[in-house]
DNA sequence: AAATGCATGTAACGCGTTACATGATTTT
DNA sequence: AAAATCATGTAACGCGTTACATGCATTT
């Protein structure tokens, strides 16, 4: 069993939904799951022929009339079972990286204004994003009504939004100090101090 | 120029503080920087070498009295002008992916109770953590009080201590949603759609 | 005497992305 | 006629981790 083989995971997850094709694969992973995941055609065509070998998953050639034939692939009952395993074994840590934050610990060496301007492309990028968690919020309220994936479709979502937000009103921050007056000063007077000891939010 | 270099960046980067051995690098990302990046001597080692040959960075033989001979390493002016190019470009997003919030994803494919373990183990992991960070504020607000950097490292801190709570909040809405009386009912009494249109917090 | 820490490195492996190859069908 | 979309796949490459190899010095 391989260290990290999540992949194969979210595949066999996405397949609970419905059988699908690669193809369809790769559009809900861009569509529906990109906030937290993520798979290229390079990973998930060879990851479903291995999960075929072992049964996990079946595959169907549906041929359409006119078009190319599609690859469809449904869950295993055995599929299914190896899933759940997986679903019980507490999540690995991802590695961490943010390159955004190495170079504010780096700040120092910046020129002057180009933190200011990567902070404030950050904010534009999250507030984008928050809108759009928002609206996608709304919309799989509706569609899904009556799914019984629906709370869990929403916590990832409310996941999303409470991320967007605090990176916010960090962003808020982080221009305040990269910005203040002081070109590279003493210490702020204890705005960052204070800012690090209360309460993140109160809107 | 490789499309995501940043190990050489963050090298050159913590070069800036002083000069240092591979060994004492691999240290500084262990103890400082474990927040947002890290590198193995499988990196940091071959790395080196480049930078060196490069004349990104110069190597003194470090030889100490009994010890083994340390390689030193130290940042050159053409080194210093290259990362400070490199501060200037906008970061590029991270590959996002987070196995946790696959599982919940998944949620209802779950047995009984597993999600709950999860995010029980997950809270505490970030509670922790977040102790963790006020108390290394504290004594890198003390420790460093006059170094130029101790803005930018202020804020890398406040960031790590916002995005703990953010999600120490959502583990708490988490564990309502996964452990509510309804073991997979029809979506929950508003609740959650409270919770993701209203303000994240309010402590 | 054994274990731990300092110190430097290499080799093998796995995961993942990107680019490429192919080709039909539908839309503009 | 050209461009976009549907659809499946492979090959090359890069990044990064893990495990291994080595050896001295210090602590237990």
Redesign the pocket.
Known sequence: M??????EFAILGLLTVEPM????LRKHFQESLIYFW??????I??T??GLARQGLVASIKAE?T???????YSLTSKGRERLREWLGLPPQPQ?I?NEFLLKIFLGREARDGALGDHVRRLQAEHEKLLAMYLIIGDSVRREHAKSPNLKYWMLCLSHGIRMRRAEIEWCKEALRVVEGSSPNPEPQEGNVRARVRRPVARS
Chains 1, 2 share one sequence.
């Open positions: 391989s260290r990290r083989g999540a992949t094709s690669g193809y369809d993520n798979e290229s055609y390079g990973q065509y060879p479903l022929k359409q006119g078009k190319r034939d599609r690859q469809v590695p990286r």
